[in-house]
């Protein structure tokens, strides 16, 4: 079974975004301890309808069981399911308004049950949202494509990133990764990973853009590779960034994947710095993606 055109642009869309589209199959069954974790990488506004959802099924089942004695909230219309889930709200919460009060001893034995859930459920809530806020992200910027053009008379593999945050990202280390499918010599289809050095893999304090380089010698796992394979074949390369935020003293990483049809050949990037009066950098995002093809003799 082969993938559509359309399925395979919707993966490479998602391979960009660093998130490669995975299904697990037989994924054991004590993954739900893992909660923690799964709140944590959800995006706002999943996490806040998952705490939402959760909050709101929890005082209609607290309503359901006082509908089930009729009188056991004193104070409430008889066989109003909204006033019990009301009183449910204010008794998690520990508002106690007092105009309803558990009225049996059914109910008093549901308010401390609904009591201590309330006490578990909030300081739940709120530690994941203190860990959320707090978790260290880096906000860099990768160029949506690589070139491939000639530096000091060698072919050169090519593309930029910003700290697009108004900070410094402290010896920053970026890894580059080449991956593709080889065949070796018994017929077996093997995903290699091999590393790319780099012209300079480390910026001491990363504030404003970074062109990253990896010559194209003749030791490179790029070597002999021509445009066809770039854009016929399986590649990916894979960058990954590390380093310390100089704002909260924790490490912060980033990292993108790019596709061999995302190589540009014979293209260079636009500048987009300049340097005013006062010592004053001006970085201009609006150019960070733009290319121009370059001559021959220039490249």
Not at 272 to 298: K, M, Q
Request: aromatic share 10%; net charge neutral; glycine share 6%.
């Amino acid at each position: 079974m082969t993938d559509s055109p359309q399925t395979r642009t919707r993966a490479r869309r998602r391979l960009r975004d660093g998130a490669p589209i995975i299904h697990r199959v037989g994924v054991p069954r004590d993954s739900w301890r893992d909660v923690y974790h799964f709140l944590l990488v959800r995006s706002w506004g999943a996490f806040f309808g998952i705490v939402i959802a959760l909050y709101l099924a929890l005082n209609l089942i607290f309503a359901l069981l006082y509908a089930l004695q009729p009188g056991s909230v004193a104070g409430a219309a008889p066989g109003s399911m909204l006033d019990d889930f009301f009183f449910s709200v204010e008794t998690m919460a520990t508002i106690g308004f007092g105009v309803m009060h558990p009225a049996t001893l059914y109910a008093h034995w549901l308010v401390t049950a609904e009591a201590l859930l309330g006490i578990l459920f909030v300081p739940l809530a709120t530690g994941l949202i203190i860990a959320k806020f707090t978790l260290p992200t880096a906000r860099v910027l990768f160029s949506r494509n690589l070139v491939i053009s000639t530096v000091d008379g060698v072919p050169t593999l090519m593309f930029r990133l910003a700290n697009i945050r108004a900070n410094q990202i402290v010896e920053a280390r970026l890894n580059l990764t080449l991956a593709r499918n080889v065949t070796t010599r018994e017929g077996l289809l093997l995903r290699r990973m091999v590393d790319l050095p780099l012209q300079r893999s480390t910026n001491p304090q990363f504030a404003l853009s970074w062109t990253v380089m990896h010559s194209i010698g003749p030791e490179s796992p790029c070597a002999g590779l021509t445009q066809a394979q770039w854009w016929d074949g399986d590649i990916v390369i894979l960058a990954v960034v590390t380093g310390l935020d100089a704002t909260t003293s924790t490490t912060v990483h980033a990292r993108h994947v790019y596709h061999g049809t995302d190589v540009l050949f014979g293209h260079a990037f636009e500048d987009i710095l300049s340097w005013r009066e006062a010592g004053e950098v001006h970085i201009d995002y609006r150019r960070f993606h733009a290319t121009r093809a370059v001559a021959a003799e220039e490249s």
